[in-house]
């Protein structure tokens, strides 16, 4: 039974860039969240996805936006990159809500130059 | 909205010590959830327990503990007789019954050396 997978591991792109990163979620899962971890700190919340729709967004601009396809599984994208925005971007599924435990992925490391 | 206090940046015990890591949290919800998730090197979080708001009754599994006072905002973790492979990063992270906005520590780094 595959956990969650995301795509992919490590990035670099440069400011202004734009970015998509991929997650596919546990089986049986509905719902995807996407965090942002810089260095040393803990996730932050960016939004989460259910029945393809944004549930619930985190304090961040609308440069980031996502997806979730009728598979369940989603996609981040991120518009005119920052050098801020370079962090570890964690996607985390569970079925119909946060309150039950979130399976997460390893991550895809985010380089801005 | 949530905000939680992991007062303690970095722990280093020698194995088979038992260590507590403390996490304090503010809340204005009546209910609402509490987690601990662990993030070791590889970078992927793994989830250990989540309790109600309502159950305050501490739980006990293998090496693992918590102990949980509503009356002071409390929700710590204690590993008994650790294991070098207990390194990793560990998060509190409370959750509102109304709300899909998990609010992370800054996390405890917790080095187990052999």
């Known amino acids: 039974d595959a956990g969650v997978t995301q795509s992919p591991t490590h990035l670099i792109k440069t400011r202004g860039q734009q970015v998509t990163l991929r997650c596919s979620p546990k089986?049986?899962?509905?719902?995807v969240s996407w965090y942002q971890q810089a260095l040393g700190q803990g996730p932050q919340f960016i939004f989460q996805?259910?029945?393809?729709?944004?549930?619930q967004r985190g304090n961040f601009p609308d440069r980031f936006s996502g997806h979730q396809f009728p598979n369940y599984s989603s996609e981040l994208n991120v518009n005119a990159l920052l050098l801020g925005d370079s962090a570890l971007y964690l996607c985390?599924?569970?079925?119909?809500?946060?309150?039950?435990?979130?399976?997460f992925g390893d991550g895809t490391r985010l380089s801005i130059l | 909205a949530q905000k939680v206090t992991q007062a303690q940046t970095e722990i280093s015990v020698v194995e088979k010590e038992d260590v507590t890591l403390d996490c304090v949290y503010e809340?204005?919800?009546?209910?609402?959830?509490l987690f601990w998730y662990k993030q070791p090197p590889s970078g992927e979080l793994v989830f250990l327990i989540r309790?109600?708001?309502?159950?305050?009754q501490n739980e006990i599994s293998g090496r693992y503990s918590w102990n949980f006072q509503k009356s002071t905002s409390s929700f710590n973790f204690t590993i008994t007789a650790s294991q070098v492979v207990d390194s990793a990063v560990y998060f509190c992270?409370?959750?509102?019954?109304?709300?899909?906005?998990?609010?992370f520590g800054a996390g405890t780094r917790l080095t187990v050396k052999p």
């Open positions: 309790r109600n708001s309502f159950d305050e």
């Open positions: 992270a409370p959750l509102s019954y109304n709300n899909n906005d998990m609010r």
């Open positions: 985390a599924s569970s079925f119909q809500g946060s309150s039950q435990p979130q399976h």
């Open positions: 089986s049986g899962h509905d719902t």
């Open positions: 996805y259910y029945e393809e729709e944004e549930r």
């Open positions: 809340t204005r919800d009546t209910t609402y959830y």
